[in-house]
């Protein structure tokens, strides 16, 4: 029998259990809040021979992002568009965004944390836009939006009120990115995954679960 590895299992209230293979070849559990761990490991059992095809096919098709290298041609992600990096000299400022990605080769020794320090800033703009929009639309008052460095979560709200996002978030699709707000926004409402709580997701965004899959399949690749 294959030995599958889970590497994550997510509860809600779905009657279900779902297998999602991602890009990167790992595997999600979706599963009912009162799924025990030996109906979801029999559900995997059962399905081994094609988790580990998945797996396969999927590593295949989507070769794995690894550290970047700052070269020219070298693609980097924004708003769900990849640009194509060029390196110039005695640029106008040390990164910006048009066509391409120009970045001025003397910043080039620290070209990452040049690029980090664009995303949070664009981050900031974009997201800031997105939680005022919703916020207004739902209601809802934010204390104040936090944009952090966290490697694995989309969002968090706190219980006074403020929201914050990932800078990577900036790199998915606008849509994608009104998802995760719309979630933490309900979440100042509704402090738990519970019923009510997806009820209000779906009454703002009825699409948000194809977000949920996108996150799933494509969030390993929005990184620096």
Not at 28 to 42: C, E, G, W, Y
Not at 130 to 142: L, N
Request: aromatic letters at 10%; glycine letters at 4%.
């Amino acid at each position: 029998m294959n030995t599958i590895n889970v590497d994550q299992i997510i509860r809600t209230d779905r009657k279900t259990i779902a297998l999602i293979v991602g890009r990167d070849g790992k595997l999600m559990v979706r599963a009912p809040k009162d799924a025990t761990n030996k109906q979801i490991l029999s559900v995997i059992e059962r399905k081994s021979t094609w988790i580990v095809k998945k797996q396969q096919e999927m590593i295949a098709t989507y070769p794995q992002i690894g550290e970047k290298e700052f070269v020219n041609g070298e693609g980097f992600l924004y708003l769900g568009q990849s640009y194509r990096l060029k390196i110039i000299d005695r640029g106008d400022m040390p990164l910006r965004l048009d066509d391409f990605f120009y970045l001025d080769r003397s910043v080039l020794f620290q070209a990452k944390e040049v690029f980090i320090h664009w995303y949070k800033e664009k981050a900031n703009e974009v997201i800031s836009e997105r939680v005022a929009w919703y916020s207004d639309k739902m209601g809802i008052q934010v204390k104040q939006i936090k944009i952090t460095s966290a490697k694995t979560r989309w969002g968090s709200c706190s219980s006074k009120g403020t929201v914050s996002f990932p800078w990577r978030l900036v790199m998915a699709p606008v849509p994608v990115i009104d998802y995760v707000v719309v979630h933490e926004l309900v979440h100042i409402l509704e402090k738990n995954h519970s019923k009510a709580f997806w009820n209000k997701v779906r009454a703002i965004m009825p699409d948000y679960q194809q977000k949920i899959r996108w996150l799933e399949v494509n969030g390993h690749i929005l990184k620096m």
